[in-house]
C-alpha cells in the first residue's frame, strides 16, 4: 500500500548500530532497502498522518520500556531476532484501540514484535544462519527510545517523525 503510514519502536543508538550491522551483513544487499526496525503497525491509513503524530507523542511522554532481544525467528526465507516487552505491548495495544477500524488485517491480529536481518533469501541460507546464531545466542537488553512514524514509498520509507521517550 503505497504512502500507508509504518509505525515503529525506534531502537537506542548502540542496538540500533549492532542490529544494523547483523542486517548488512546478512540481508541479501540487493533486497536492503531499509536499516534495522522494530515495526509496531505497517499500514495505517495516510489521512491519518496528524492523529498518529498526537498518538506517539502522547505514548513518548512516559518513560521508555523495557525490552530483550529473548531468541531467534526462523521466517522460512529468513531470520529475526525475537523481542519481547510487555510495555511496548501495552502501548501497542494502546494504540490498536485507538486506529480501531482501520487497521489492516495484518495490523490487527497478533503482534510478533522482532528485528528482521535476513529476509527472502534461500531457505538453506536462512536455516543455515538461524543454526549459526542460535549455537551462541544469549539474551539481552534492548533500548527502545521512542516511537517512529514513517510514510511507505514502494520500498524505501519517508521518516516523518521521531519522537523520544521523556520519561
Known amino acids: 500500500m503505497s504512502g500507508a503510514l509504518i509505525v515503529t519502536a525506534e531502537l537506542g543508538a548502540a542496538d540500533f548500530a549492532w542490529l544494523d550491522g547483523e542486517r548488512k551483513r546478512f540481508f541479501p544487499p540487493e533486497r536492503n532497502q531499509l536499516a534495522a526496525?522494530?515495526?509496531m503497525f505497517h499500514a495505517l491509513p495516510p489521512s491519518c498522518e496528524e492523529e498518529a503524530?498526537?498518538?506517539l507523542k502522547?505514548?513518548?511522554v512516559g518513560k521508555a520500556p523495557r525490552a530483550t532481544v529473548a531468541g531467534l525467528m526462523n521466517l522460512g526465507r529468513g531470520v529475526a531476532y525475537r523481542i519481547v516487552s510487555d510495555e511496548l505491548?501495552?502501548?501497542r495495544r494502546d494504540i490498536a484501540q485507538?486506529?480501531?477500524?482501520l487497521l489492516t488485517a495484518q495490523d490487527g491480529q497478533g503482534w510478533r514484535p522482532h528485528v528482521t536481518i535476513m529476509n527472502k533469501a534461500e531457505p538453506k541460507d536462512a536455516k543455515r544462519l538461524l543454526e549459526a546464531l542460535a549455537a551462541n545466542f544469549e539474551q539481552r537488553p534492548l533500548r527502545i527510545a521512542g516511537?517512529?512514524?514513517h510514510r511507505y514509498l514502494g520500498g524505501p520509507w519517508e521518516r516523518l517523525l521521531v519522537t523520544n521517550f521523556k520519561g
Request: a positive charge; zero cysteines.
Open 37 to 39: 526496525h522494530l515495526t
Open 98 to 101: 485507538h486506529f480501531h477500524g
Open 58 to 60: 502522547k505514548h513518548a
Open 53 to 55: 503524530r498526537r498518538e
Open 89 to 91: 505491548e501495552a502501548i
Open 147 to 149: 516511537l517512529g512514524l
